[in-house]
């Protein structure tokens, strides 16, 4: 499963969107520090609890100007729930790898403007959060597959 959080409808920025956990770097802080903080904050994962797997390239989001480096983490020791920072997260969505990893799922908008898109549970995965997870999609399937292909499992290699 991959914890997306969902932002509250009253917030200013992003309203009632669903996206990854993360935000910006402070000063001081490495981009792999600042997203351990921010899972951390908005869904209770302890900061040192996330064993990295590697960074994807950064993602520039022209409607924020920022540049997105996502990170792909194992949490060995699986939490029984997350709990959302309420002060901005109406809830956290745990979707199953397999179908984000699954091409017939993800839906294309019949809109003015094309993009693609993952509904579940009554939100929608799209836009820049859609951006980072196909990004990541290739290298998330070859690691599984050569996890699939050893007798060891991918996570202890």
């Known amino acids: 499963m991959v914890p997306f959080v969902r932002r509250r409808a009253d917030m200013r920025d992003h309203p009632g969107q669903v996206a990854l956990p993360g ?3 402070q000063p001081g802080e490495s981009a792999w520090e600042a997203a ?3 899972v951390a904050e908005e869904i209770g994962v302890p ?5 990295p797997l590697g960074a994807g390239e950064p993602i520039y989001a022209a409607v924020t100007n920022f540049s997105v480096v996502p990170f792909v983490a194992h949490l060995p020791d699986p939490v029984e729930s997350f ?6 997260l109406e809830g956290v969505l745990a979707i199953p790898l397999d179908r984000l990893l699954d091409d017939s799922e993800w839906l294309e908008s019949d809109t003015p403007w094309r993009f693609r898109y993952l ?3 009554e939100s929608v995965v799209w836009g820049l959060t859609e951006r980072i997870v196909y990004g990541l999609a290739p290298r998330l399937r070859q690691a599984l597959a050569e996890g699939q292909s050893s007798d060891q499992p ?3 290699r």
């Open 119 to 121: 509904a579940h549970e």
């Open 47 to 51: 900061v040192g609890r996330l064993v």
């Open 36 to 38: 351990q903080r921010e």
């Open 83 to 88: 709990v959302h920072d309420e002060r901005e």
């Open 23 to 25: 935000g910006g770097v």
């Open 154 to 156: 991918a996570a202890e």
